[in-house]
Every structure is written in C-alpha cells, then in structure tokens.
C-alpha cells in the first residue's frame, strides 16, 4: 500500500536549517508529483513545495523561496527538502504528500490534489 515516512525534523535556532526527508513506497515516483505542507497549531495546512515526476520540475510558496529547496532521488524512492535561514514562523509540522497527478503545474499546492500522506515531522525554531 502506500506509505509516506517523513524524519528530519527537530529543534533550530532562528537562521539555522535543517533537512527532511521523505521515505515513499507502494508506488513510483515516476508518476506523480511529491509536496511538501505545513500545518502551524492554530492554522490550516498550507503547501510549501512541490516537485515534479519525471523532469522535477518545483514550486514553492512564496513564504519559502530563496530559502527552501526541494528535491527527489527517484531510484530510492525519496523527496527532500533542504531548509536554510529557518525563522519562527516556519515552526510546524511538516508533511509530505502524493498527488493525484504527475506534475506540479497540475497538482499545486492545494491539499485537496494530494491522496495520501504522511504521518509528518515536527520543525520547531527558536532560541
């Protein structure tokens, strides 16, 4: 079945970074577009990044440009996602999900072209 493990998170200092990972399995990641959310206590999940099947083609919010760098290695399976210059407001937990479609000009960064998720990560920075 499908499965979406994600690990990484922890405890930074604001400016710090840290690196998620996503573990996928039961499918391929040749097919479908992987993202990356967030959901703040308090606030809805909102997407951060999305990265393309086959090209790996990305979108980011634009909370997290210039900042956050999501990538893929499709021989194993994973996503990641690169997070430098970490501010306060980034503290949530994170999720990865699989869309419903390949590609991220499809799928977007709207919750509801995801299928299944995770179980998420939590990401908190302060000092």
């Known amino acids: 079945q499908v499965q979406l493990v994600e690990s990484g998170g922890g405890l930074v200092q604001p400016g710090g970074s840290l690196r998620l990972s996503c573990a996928a399995s039961?499918?391929?990641?040749?097919?479908?577009?992987i993202g990356w959310f967030r959901q703040a206590p308090g606030k809805e999940r909102e997407g951060v990044s999305c990265?393309?099947?086959?090209?790996?083609?990305?979108g980011y919010a634009d909370s997290v440009k210039g900042r956050f760098t999501i990538s893929k290695d499709n021989a194993k399976n994973m996503v990641y996602l690169q997070m430098n210059s970490l501010k306060p407001d980034d503290t949530a937990v994170y999720y990865c999900?699989?869309?419903?479609?390949?590609?991220?000009?499809?799928?977007?960064?709207?919750?509801?072209?995801?299928?299944?998720w995770g179980q998420g990560t939590q990401v908190t920075v302060s000092s």
């Open positions: 990265i393309s099947n086959i090209f790996g083609r990305t």
């Open positions: 999900a699989k869309s419903r479609v390949p590609t991220c000009a499809s799928a977007g960064l709207a919750t509801s072209t995801y299928s299944a």
């Open positions: 039961g499918f391929t990641l040749d097919y479908y577009a």
